[in-house]
């Protein structure tokens, strides 16, 4: 087990890119806003498979929360995250601080489109606009050759997806699968905040994604699939933000589903004052 190298700014983190690239060597990033847990260390193994060295980013970025309470409450536990990582063969950890990455006299924000006005985007305003315009900065500084991204944040890989792509910055996004508990929750941060109560009620939200698939399954369309999430979640929940079948590549609530197309169902709600998003890929019919 190897102390990871710590890099504190975007100068130091390039550098030691550089340098690994120099010698032909590939580099992958694995962004995170800390409170590590094994769904990381799965995006962790992915970037391993298609490089030479990870580096993992740990920045909890103050412009990507829509409410100052999810920021003040977002769990910070750096030395459990650096331990995690030395455990886990991690090369270098990126740790920035707030000032290295938004100087006094910071002024630019990357605005995406369509995909980032839906659903979480429309619940989290100026979310995705805080989400692009950090992984960019991070993207920038670390220069990787790769980026891993959690299908867990399906919405999130689709809109780094397209900006990546539209503004031309030849790193290659790679998916990682959302990692569950036993029972079935996503692995989140966010669940260390959940007391026994609501964690066992947020199971409804795995059940109601299985029985969307269980509902596409059998033939039917996004109207019933929904029903079926809702009709396990709903109930459940103290709030839904949103339960919808959605094309994977544009987020636009699908009507009908084509054979061949690629949709998700998407599930965004609260339990014991806690926010929690997750998602499964429904089957495709041809
Ligand atoms: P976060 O630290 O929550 O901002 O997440 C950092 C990265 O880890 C993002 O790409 C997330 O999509 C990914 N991630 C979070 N939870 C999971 C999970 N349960 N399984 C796989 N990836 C995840």
């Not at 995170?32 to 995006?43: E, K, N, V």
């Not at 030395?79 to 910071?106: N, T």
């Not at 690629?262 to 495709?284: C, E, H, K, Q, T």
Request: proline share 5%.
């Amino acid at each position: 087990m190897s102390t990871p190298l710590i890099l504190r700014d975007p100068a130091s983190a390039r550098r030691w890119t550089l340098e690994h690239q120099a010698s032909a060597r590939r580099v992958a990033l694995v962004p995170t806003m800390g409170a590590l847990h094994r769904g990381h260390l799965a995006l962790v193994d992915v970037a391993r498979s298609h490089a030479d060295h990870v580096i993992v980013s740990i920045f909890v970025n103050p412009t990507q929360f829509n409410r100052a309470e999810d920021f003040d409450s977002y769990p910070r536990v750096i030395d459990d995250d650096l331990a995690i990582c030395a455990e886990h063969g991690v090369d270098a950890v990126y740790l920035p601080a707030a000032e290295a990455m938004y100087p006094s006299g910071f002024d630019t924000r990357i605005e995406p489109g369509s995909i980032a006005s839906r659903w979480e985007g429309e619940h989290r305003a100026g979310h995705f606009s805080g989400v692009a315009t950090v992984v960019i900065k991070l993207l920038n500084a670390c220069a990787p050759d790769v980026a891993v991204f959690g299908a867990k944040d399906l919405q999130q890989l689709t809109v780094i997806r397209r900006t990546v792509t539209d503004l031309d910055l030849g790193v290659d996004i790679v998916a990682g699968d959302t990692i569950r508990e036993s029972d079935g929750l996503a692995m989140s941060s966010r669940n260390r905040r959940l007391d026994s109560v609501a964690r066992q009620r947020a199971l409804a939200i795995h059940r109601g994604l299985l029985a969307a698939v269980a509902c596409a399954n059998a033939g039917h369309g996004p109207d019933a699939i929904e029903r079926a999430a809702r009709d396990l979640i709903d109930p459940a929940a103290d709030d839904v933000e949103y339960v919808a079948v959605v094309d994977s590549a544009t987020f636009e609530r699908s009507p009908t589903m084509i054979d061949g197309c690629g949709y998700s169902v998407i599930v965004a709600a609260w339990f014991g004052g806690v926010r929690l998003i997750d998602n499964m890929a429904l089957p495709r019919s041809a």
